[in-house]
């Protein structure tokens, strides 16, 4: 390129040096926020979990009252499958407490099959995200619940809805290997809270406390 006075002016370019030394820049940074990124994504897959959950609840609710019969929720601790269906059996709601002459407005009579697979499949949390004890404490690690096959065969005591929009308060737990949060239920009202997201406390914690 020439200027006025007929000078050529060259343009700097970047040598293989100064390139590789801003890719090992770049891979450094990247290196070092990728524990963050790490834990954005997996609190943010937790986050849609529990609002999935919280639909879920909120739509057993509503189609108990809409359909005038009795619909509940259940799911399998130590796995991330549950289901949500009308139906129920009489034994299950004298258990439970709920079923009191009077109570229910609508069809008070309990279909005989335990599930309309028709309407409500057994459904599935996002990946790597399981249901587990809601009474177990919260620093305790995961890892020892994740594909337990003897917690994973039993289904939990089931959440049911009335038709009129009566249920049991409920507390309910989703976590990963790191990560937890609560999704909670108020019987009276039907009003589904999620809470904050905690982080486990894994053996590697323990071992740095212990030094």
């Known amino acids: 390129m020439c200027n006025a006075s007929g000078t050529v002016r060259r343009r700097r370019s970047f040598t293989l040096l100064e390139l590789l030394i801003v890719l090992a820049i770049l891979a450094m940074v990247v290196s ?18 529990a609002r999935q959950l919280r639909v879920q609840l909120l739509e057993a609710r509503l189609n108990a009252i809409q359909s005038g019969s009795v619909w509940f929720f259940r799911y399998q601790p130590g796995t991330g499958s549950y289901e949500v269906a009308s139906g ?20 008070d009579r309990l279909p005989d099959r335990d599930l309309d697979q028709d309407q409500s499949p057994q459904r599935e949390l996002p990946s790597d995200i ?34 009129n929009g009566r249920t049991l308060n409920a ?11 609560e ?29």
Do not use: H, K
């Open 32 to 49: 070092l926020a990728w524990p963050s990124l790490r834990t954005l994504s997996q609190t943010g897959q937790l986050r849609d979990a």
């Open 88 to 107: 129920s059996d009489f034994e299950t709601a004298d258990e439970l407490g709920l079923m009191t002459p009077g109570d229910a407005r609508g069809d």
């Open 171 to 181: 507390r309910l737990r989703l976590g990963t290997r790191r990560y937890v949060i």
């Open 183 to 211: 999704v909670s239920l108020r019987g009276l009202t039907g009003t589904v809270n999620i809470g904050e997201v905690q982080r486990l406390e894994t053996e590697n914690d323990q071992r740095l406390e212990d030094l």
């Open 130 to 163: 399981i249901f587990f004890d809601p009474d177990a404490e919260p620093e305790t690690d995961l890892g020892g619940e994740l594909g337990g096959d003897d917690i994973s065969q039993a289904w939990s005591a089931p959440i049911v809805f009335y038709p």
